[in-house]
């Protein structure tokens, strides 16, 4: 029940005896309460859903990689490689290179979503960039590649396992453990422990470890030259060293690839090259990575290292990240009229983050240049407006009333 009230009149009179007037309609209902150490609970629960203020996003694990240490988790440069976009626009250095009354004017954004996602690149860093992760043109092709013996971890979208030359998946006792360990070692910048692994993933002992890598060993079948995808720990690198053996997948050149690696790669190269250096191709192979929600469908009882507390959620990142600052893919085809280019991009942030509103309101966008602003008012209305009753975050509000997408009639 919904109870209205005006300032001279309470909504609700509390009886010691757990009835509730209600002096607007003059009746009385029998109250629904709770203890107060629950009603404390359930409070800061809803305080936190107002919460609304977007986190910074963290820098990547560590500063190996083909990134190194000029990239954050999604991609993105970090900010001392940049300078404050020029909304004055004639920037070729940035993806966005137009003033920022163009992209306000076809696309559903605001200042604040185009200084975060399309900054400036200085000259100088974009020569020091230049030569960054050579490898990967192959890489992506590789992908692409079903032909390609390369084992291919799909993080983008419900999690998955394939590999041309691997073993059958139906033969393997614990599959779902499996796929979940190998994309756990995918996310791993480093080789991992059995005492990290089993204490990461919830298993009792390392003996489970080594079951889930033999099962792993046979999924993911064997490289070119007959050695394992996941070599024996023993055979680790810290091992020869002398140190706790370790449990990592191949990667680097010819390694394995995983869909998350490849989406942040692509972002990263995008922004460093610019405008100028046909950045738009780099975010559309981005956006095709993107099949749904990142590790959709992922329990806690099968992915227990991604839900462990204190550590950085490989599942939460790309999924706010991308419809915040995956959009420049949409925003310049706004710019140059290419609505499916567009509706491309809307729909793999739709996918990557299914209940958020940003995709819808692109979407509205590039409705209302294609049919007028009925029917974009008439999409926000039902996908956005209607869907749930409650406020709408600021930046959305701020979007429907500068287009007109909330008006009826």
């Known amino acids: 029940m919904v109870v209205h009230a005006d300032e001279e009149s309470p909504a609700v009179e509390l009886g010691g005896d757990g009835m509730a007037f209600l ?47 000029y990239a954050r988790a999604d991609g993105s440069l970090r900010e001392e490689y940049t300078e404050p976009r020029h909304t004055e626009g004639d920037d070729p250095s940035s993806m966005l290179p137009n003033a920022d009354t163009v992209y306000l004017a076809a696309a559903a954004t605001t200042a604040g979503d185009l200084a975060a996602a399309a900054p400036s690149v200085p000259e100088a860093t974009r020569a020091e960039l230049s030569t960054l992760d050579p490898t990967l043109d192959q890489d992506i092709a590789d992908w692409f ?23 059958d998946p139906s033969s393997i006792d614990n599959l779902g453990g499996t796929v979940s360990f190998v994309a ?6 480093r080789g991992v422990t059995g005492e990290r692994a089993a204490a990461a993933c919830g298993w ?19 490289r070119p030259d007959g050695s394992d995808w996941l070599p024996d720990a023993s055979m680790s690198t810290e091992a020869r060293r002398g140190t706790s053996p370790t449990y990592e997948l191949v990667r680097g050149v010819g390694g394995v690839l995983n869909s998350a690696d490849l989406f942040v790669r692509l972002r990263h190269r995008a922004e460093r ?15 095709s990575l993107v099949t749904g929600a990142p590790f959709e469908a992922a329990t806690e009882h099968r992915f227990k290292w991604l839900f462990k507390p204190g550590q950085q959620r490989h599942d939460e990142i790309p999924g706010r990240s991308y419809p915040r600052h995956g ?20 729909t793999a942030a739709g996918n990557a983050s299914p209940h958020s509103d940003i995709a819808w309101l692109d979407q509205a966008a590039a409705t209302e240049a294609e049919s007028g602003r009925d029917a974009a008012g008439e999409l ?6 209607d869907r749930f009753d409650e406020d709408l975050p600021p930046r959305s509000e701020t979007i429907v009333e500068q287009r007109e997408w909330g008006a009826t009639g």
């Not at 959009?327 to 809307?346: E, Y």
């Open 145 to 167: 590649d079903e032909s390609c013996p390369r084992p291919k971890v799909h993080l983008l979208g419900p999690v998955e396992v394939t590999a041309l030359k691997g073993g």
């Open 204 to 222: 009792k002992t390392q003996k489970t470890v080594q079951n889930r890598a033999t099962n792993a060993r046979f999924l993911l079948g064997t």
């Open 273 to 287: 090259r610019g405008d100028v250096g046909g950045c738009e191709e780099d975010l559309v192979t981005a956006v």
């Open 380 to 385: 926000v209305r039902d996908r956005v407006l």
């Open 327 to 346: 959009p420049p893919a949409g925003h310049s085809s706004s710019r140059r009229g290419s609505h499916r280019l567009v509706r491309l991009a809307c």
């Open 23 to 69: 002096p607007m309609w003059g009746i009385r209902v029998k109250a629904f309460t709770l203890p107060a150490s629950e009603a404390s609970a359930m409070a800061a629960l809803l305080a936190s859903t107002r919460n609304l203020e977007d986190e910074p996003v963290p820098q990547t694990q560590s500063d190996e990689g083909p990134l190194g240490m």
């Open 184 to 189: 756990y070692l995918a996310c791993q910048d």
